[in-house]
């Protein structure tokens, strides 16, 4: 299927591992423009080789910035702008787990985990759109958590990640008119190297063997291509009449009908 993303500019935030890193990548497949963004530079450089093949004259770039802070949000959008002169889909993939019990959470836990789950969205989101209306429209998609549609997880990453899905259905009504869906994507547990699973997995094999033979139906940890997969679908033209949503891609994980 040809998702019409050709030619089409891609901001992708925290890119340059794990699930972004693989959304990155399955959008340029499919001859998308990709300006991926990060804080580090040697995942954003390894990303950049991948992106390439080494070819001079690329139609990718790569993006030093936190977008964590305000600034650096709209840094990321501005450097995406300046590099490729416009912005059709947005995808804004941050977050991180803090305190994983509710006893143990401070004020300060709760805060972190807004600003790298909730306020990473939302700022990069609202940065962008203007640059998505001068095009005529195109898709925000924010990447969730089966753990902000049903309880589980860290307290503060349940609640930021409830967020970014309300957020995101608030948007999709307000943007709607001006050719711009807006969707939420909500990963179950996914493996990949450095990521939160793989070290969990590292410390206590035994202990996670149990958690997927308990938890994960078909028996194995999914894999970041496979969200990319589709997050690639919903942020393209093909998926034209969805907008305001939420889509898990799980294997069954999540318990919420």
Not at 17 to 38: F, K, M, N, T
Not at 93 to 107: C, I, L, P, Q, Y
Request: charged share 20%; hydrophobic share 45%.
């Amino acid at each position: 299927m040809d998702l019409g993303l050709a030619g089409k500019v891609c901001l992708v935030s925290g890119a340059s591992r794990g699930i972004g890193r693989a959304i990155a990548l399955a959008l340029a497949r499919e001859g998308g423009h990709v300006a991926a963004v990060a804080r580090g530079t040697d995942g954003l450089m390894a990303l950049r080789a991948e992106l390439t093949g080494g070819i001079s004259g690329s139609p990718h770039s790569t993006i030093v910035a936190d977008v964590a802070t305000a600034e650096g949000a709209q840094a990321a959008v501005d450097a995406c702008i300046t590099q490729h002169g416009g912005i059709d889909l947005v995808i804004a993939n941050v977050g991180k787990s803090f305190a994983r019990d509710a006893h143990e959470m401070t004020d300060d836990d709760l805060t972190k985990s807004l600003d790298a789950n909730l306020w990473t969205a939302a700022r990069i989101a609202q940065y962008a759109a203007p640059h998505l209306v001068a095009r005529g429209g195109g898709s925000i998609t924010m990447i969730s958590s089966i753990w902000g549609r049903e309880a589980g997880g860290a307290p503060g990453y349940n609640v930021a990640k409830a967020g970014v899905i309300a957020l995101a259905k608030a948007l999709a009504h307000d943007y709607a008119k001006d050719g711009i869906r807006v969707n939420t994507i909500a990963p179950g547990s996914v493996l990949f190297p450095g990521g939160g699973w793989d070290r969990r997995q590292k410390a206590d094999p035994d202990g996670i063997a149990e958690f997927v033979k308990r938890e994960l139906p078909f028996g194995r940890f999914g894999t970041p291509e496979e969200i990319a997969d589709v997050v690639a679908f919903v942020a393209s033209p093909r998926a034209a009449w969805i907008t305001g949503t939420t889509i898990s891609v799980d294997g069954g994980q999540s318990r919420a009908f």
